[in-house]
């Protein structure tokens, strides 16, 4: 069982560039409902990147903001759950402890880990940190997204249970470090292609991977993970 504490947002404009992004989110404070595309009155700005089925619900361990706010003490009094666009929160989980296909029960609805987050360039804006995406990103302190299985209505005083567990299937963190890994074993990867519940997305490019593995095996191999670009 992990507690919790929930998030949602509007859009707004980034600092400087004026960008549109949704990552500046609110607590939520009574109950909610969590749709195929995730909490309802939650918004993401660029659909072509963010939001969608397999990136309905972000989850972002509140351990985590420590780790950044030591490396980066200038965004220390920023740096609080909430603050990285995620809409659950909790210092019961990490990457170590769930694994691609996990089902978890929140309130009445079900939701499946599916795969980590692309850490995205806005959050060096938003907090005014050159290189804080990529920390996070080489660090693997990214948080995972969940795809709604069941909708259903969540409070703030609800928790997070294990309702089935993908045993088979490596642990989030593990699954990154391979994913990360300059030259990965080739098995291990396809395995990693071949977990159930994977988001297609990730799964593609993994498969992209692959072969690409399989077609130069003695030259340098293009970088795995990687903070997303600015959109034109």
């Known amino acids: 069982m992990a507690k919790i504490s929930l998030f949602i947002g509007g859009i707004r404009p980034l600092p400087e560039s004026g960008r549109p992004t949704g990552i500046y989110k609110q607590p939520v404070t009574s109950r909610v409902?969590?749709?195929?595309?995730?909490?309802?009155?939650?918004?993401?700005?660029d659909r072509r990147v963010h939001g969608g089925p397999e990136k309905a619900v972000h989850l972002y361990p509140a351990a985590h903001y420590a780790k950044l706010a030591a490396h980066f003490p200038d965004a220390a009094a920023q740096l609080l759950p909430g603050s990285l666009g995620e809409n659950i929160s909790t210092p019961d989980l990490d990457e170590n402890d769930v694994r691609i296909g996990d089902i978890y029960q929140l309130g009445s609805a079900r939701l499946q880990v599916c795969q980590p987050r692309n850490p995205c360039w806005k959050i060096d804006e938003r907090f005014a940190?050159?290189?804080?995406?990529?920390?996070?990103a080489e660090h693997g302190l990214t948080g995972w997204y969940w795809r709604v299985v069941?909708?259903?209505?969540?409070?703030?005083?609800?928790?997070?249970?294990?309702?089935?567990?993908?045993?088979?299937?490596?642990?989030?963190?593990?699954?990154?470090?391979?994913w990360q890994t300059h030259r990965p074993a080739l098995s291990e990867l396809e395995k990693l292609a071949a977990t159930p519940g994977i988001a297609s997305?990730?799964?593609?490019?993994?498969?992209?991977r692959c072969q690409w593995l399989r077609q130069n095996i003695a030259a340098p191999p293009p970088p795995a993970f990687h903070v997303k670009p600015e959109q034109p």
């Open 33 to 45: 409902r969590i749709g195929p595309e995730g909490f309802i009155g939650d918004q993401q700005a």
């Open 201 to 208: 997305h990730w799964q593609h490019k993994i498969e992209t």
């Open 150 to 178: 069941t909708p259903g209505e969540v409070s703030p005083d609800d928790a997070l249970r294990l309702e089935t567990a993908a045993s088979a299937a490596m642990t989030l963190a593990a699954a990154m470090q391979l």
């Open 129 to 136: 940190s050159d290189g804080m995406a990529a920390h996070i």
